[in-house]
């Protein structure tokens, strides 16, 4: 196994959100406050009714462009209570909806496969890495998730090998791909560097 | 036609090996003294009798031994078998071509009788005599995809059509060079082949997805892979990496002829008929550089290969620590050599 060497075409691209004319309603997730991607998905209006879950306070400066009597915003304090709630907004959707996530990858992708569940298209959702990029890693040998890893080798909470992190990338999982760097000669184990600021 | 099926192990002690006769149908993979990516894609089409094109599945001396590892990779690793929700009618449409074929090509060992739903398949060489009923999962012991894959050679993977992609949904898979099942499943067909080198650059992978996209039941294609194993083992997963990594390592100028292999896939699609999936058969023929050096045009031809192959795909195959050693000693195989 390798990596690195070359582009891996499974590692996804994020271009920046923008408003999908096409959509009858728009459901914005912001799992991180980046107050320069928010200002830039509004300087165009929202072409619909908008709602927003987002994680953190409803109050913060980085929602200021949303400051609008018809726009909902629903604020939840972590991860898990935003991500029921993305699920029970979408259980009750119908067609035209067109999802929006705005953060950290390993929740994006946790967005995405609430989407995805309700029966969304690829196209009908939109993915923007925010504030860190951090990955999400599945182990390939004890199947264990760990999330934003930094590193380019990691250690896996679950089984304790020594994992580099590929670009290859699940998005079922959610996740990309470690494996042991030293399985062809134990112990050897290169410099660990912060290569996912 | 009876085959001689061999008793022999792919893990431990490794005591596979390959008969005169195995060798000389051996599906050697280079039709010149050098190799690129190509989308050499021709179709499925019984030829030459003996060879291993001649049947849709072939069968042959390693059968019950390959039956049996597939068995215990199964039965100790979660997640060898996979097959997402909207897969059934796929899992149905493989079992029913995998019985057909099999009993079709090789009527001494497989047998099929049908009565409407009602199925009656016999295997002799495994020993099972199975009544079920065609579309009813409780009545076979695993799920339909599982059951006839454990009764096969090689990995079956099956794909589904939809968005103009076609997607890695389900699979056996316990043969493989070096990539996950669990981690692939639900991928693209572009997504899946991510981490191959250089052949997305020259349109390989673009083109071979039209042209499966395309492809019609009745009309299957093939083309041939390959790679190179150390000790003939089949479960070279990500999963095990730690147990197989280190043989790449103990590759001597002694034991190289015995220890390296030739890892070569018949690669199969079948485009499924009620589901409009395509069924991808990825089977494995494996054969040490002692085997291929009988054959003095592939000892020569292999020396050249694996020379002048390029970095980027020699990285990629996993290559790098042995094949000089590999080479060197083919060396003596090339007296023409440069």
Known sequence: MSAYTYRVRSQPNYPSLKWDVSGARHLLVILDLDTNSIAELCRSPCPGPLEILVRGEATHPALIPFNKANILIHSFASMDTLIVALENALDQTTMGLRLYALGHEDGLWKCNKAGQKVGMSRDEIQLAQASTTGRPVYCVHCGHHMNLIHTNITVCTGCKRHLLVRDHFSRLLGAYMGFQIDAESPGLIPAVEEVFP | ?338
């Open chain 2, 1 to 338: 036609m009876s085959i001689p099926f061999r008793q022999e192990t792919f893990r431990d002690d490794f005591t596979y090996r390959n008969s005169a006769e195995a060798v000389r149908r051996f599906p050697f993979p280079f039709p010149q003294d050098a190799y690129m990516y190509s989308v050499n894609i021709e179709p499925h089409v019984s030829v030459d009798p003996g060879s291993v094109y001649e049947h849709t599945f072939d069968i042959d001396e390693h059968y019950i031994a390959e039956c049996e590892d597939r068995a215990i990779t199964l039965g100790k690793t979660k997640n060898r078998f996979l097959a997402l929700p909207h897969m059934m009618d796929a899992q149905w449409d493989t079992l029913e071509l995998l019985m057909t074929s099999m009993a079709r090509d090789y009527p001494d060992l497989f047998a099929l009788s049908r009565d409407g739903a009602k199925w009656h398949w016999m295997n002799k060489p495994l020993n099972i005599d199975q009544h079920f009923v065609f579309g009813d999962t409780r009545t076979l012991p695993y799920a339909p995809l599982e059951y006839i894959s454990r009764q096969g050679q090689g990995d079956f993977i099956l794909l589904d059509q939809r968005e103009g992609n076609l997607w890695v949904d389900a699979g056996v898979v316990t043969t493989q060079a070096d990539w996950s099942l669990a981690f692939d499943v639900g991928m693209s067909f572009n997504e899946w082949h991510g981490p191959v080198p250089m052949a997305a650059e020259i349109g390989v992978f673009d083109r071979a997805l039209k042209f499966l996209l395309m492809l019609q039941h009745g009309a299957p294609v093939r083309r041939l892979n390959w790679t190179m194993t150390i000790n003939p083992r089949l479960d070279t997963s990500p999963e095990h990496y730690d147990q197989w990594g280190p043989d790449r390592a103990s590759v001597t100028p002694e034991n190289v002829g015995a220890k390296v292999h030739l890892r070569v896939e018949v690669q199969t699609l079948f485009r499924l008929p009620r589901s409009n999936g395509v069924l991808f058969g990825v089977r494995c023929y494996l054969a040490s550089l002692n085997d291929l050096v009988t054959n003095p045009a592939w000892g020569q031809r292999l020396h050249r290969v694996l020379r002048d192959l390029p970095q980027p795909l020699a990285e990629y195959k996993g290559l790098v620590r042995y094949r000089q050693t590999a080479v060197d000693w083919l060396k003596q195989f090339d007296q023409s050599h440069s």
